[in-house]
């Protein structure tokens, strides 16, 4: 799986996973990835076009704008929505949480080549799809 954390997801926890995971997932953080400037449509549209990417964020509005939904709803890639309950949790709460749904986030990547999907706080908890 390759993974791109967006700017709302501290880029420690993308170094952090990416080391984890080294030699089964790539793991970068968006800035790192992209000019700190990119658009959200700019990167969307570079992801879909290099293929084969999932996306981390936190950024509910994503899916609000028009343009960034569009380019969502256009682009083959697999969104990973944090709501809710995961703004509670410090960074070291936040990657230990992501350490052990990273294996269910590959999976469903595996499945599908573009979705939308609510990341559960709990790793037995199931994925459920993002409703608009």
Known sequence: MRLLLDHNISPRIARALAALFSGHHEVVALRE???????????????????????????????????????????????????????????AETAARLIRLVPKMSAQVELTERGRFHLPINAGSKLRPHRD
Request: hydrophobic letters at 45%; a positive charge.
């Open 33 to 91: 990835r992209f000019h700190p400037r990119a658009t959200d449509v700019e990167w969307i549209t570079a992801l879909d076009r290099d293929g084969g990417w999932a996306v981390l964020t936190q950024d509910l509005r994503l899916r609000t704008r028009p343009h960034e939904r569009l380019a969502m709803d256009r682009a083959r890639i697999v969104f990973f929505f944090m709501d809710g309950a995961w703004r509670k949790f410090d960074v």
